[in-house]
C-alpha cells in the first residue's frame, strides 16, 4: 500500500495526526497539561517543530503564545483534547493559558 493510502486509512482509524506528522517529516515534542500546569518549564526546538499539547486535567485549558514575532490563541481545550502548536521562526516564546494565568512554559526555537 502506498505512504498516502496509509494516512488517508489511518485517518479513517483516528491516528491520523500522529502518521501524517511521520508522513511529513515534521517532528514534535507532547507537553502535558495536568494539575493547571504543563509538565515541564522549558523546551526546545528547531523552527518547524511542534509542541502537541494534551489536557489530562480535570479542566478546560486555552493556549496562548504573544510576541511580535510568533503570536497564536487557542480555543479552549477540555479534557481529552490535544492541540498541536507549531513554532515557524527562531526565538524565546512563553506560552501561556488564558484560564490559568500561573501556567507558563518557556519556549526556545532554534533555526
Known sequence: MAPFHIVI????????????????GTSHVVVRQIKRNFDRSEVSLNVGEIIRFTNEDEFLHQIYVESKDFSFDSDEK????????????PGHFTVRCGIHPRMGLDVSVEK
Open 78 to 89: 477540555g479534557p481529552g483534547e490535544e492541540l498541536d502548536v507549531e513554532f515557524p521562526v
Open 9 to 24: 486509512a489511518a485517518f479513517c482509524c483516528g491516528f491520523g495526526v500522529q502518521l501524517a506528522l511521520a508522513a511529513h
